[in-house]
């Protein structure tokens, strides 16, 4: 998967959304790159589930080639739209994190 994708989705207010505007530009890409790498995890995973046995190792075989298209070809041909479940998961983790940031204040 392109954690660059991923972590564009986090941009879009997170930082602010959960008051962490005051944190160095440093501490605040550490977070971004760690909550992409979450996503992606929660992604395949979900990836996973939908896909059977044959089907997997067709996929780990396309994802150790790295040919980020035919990866997206693959999965939209398996009814699997990426970008709307990566919207998703960037949106079911930004609820948690929001609730999780509510219980600190």
């Known amino acids: ?8 989705a986090f941009r879009t207010n997170i930082i602010e959304e959960l ?13 971004l790159d760690k ?3 979450l996503v ?3 992604l395949m995973i979900r990836v996973g589930e939908k896909l059977s046995e044959t089907e997997r190792a067709e996929f780990s ?4 080639e790295g040919d980020s298209e035919k990866i997206f070809a693959w ?3 398996h009814g699997i739209n990426v970008e709307e479940w ?3 998961e960037v ?3 930004k609820s948690e994190l929001r609730e999780q940031a509510k219980t600190v204040e």
Do not use: C, V, Y
């Not at 998967?1 to 564009?8: E, G, L, R």
């Not at 075989?61 to 150790?64: A, I």
């Open 86 to 88: 990566l919207l998703e």
């Open 19 to 31: 008051g962490l505007e005051i944190l160095p530009d440093e501490q605040k890409l550490r977070l």
């Open 1 to 8: 998967m392109d954690i660059a994708k991923i972590t564009d």
């Open 91 to 93: 949106g079911h983790l």
């Open 40 to 42: 992606e995890t929660r």
């Open 61 to 64: 075989n396309l994802m150790t």
């Open 35 to 37: 909550m992409a790498s």
């Open 75 to 77: 999965l939209a041909s």
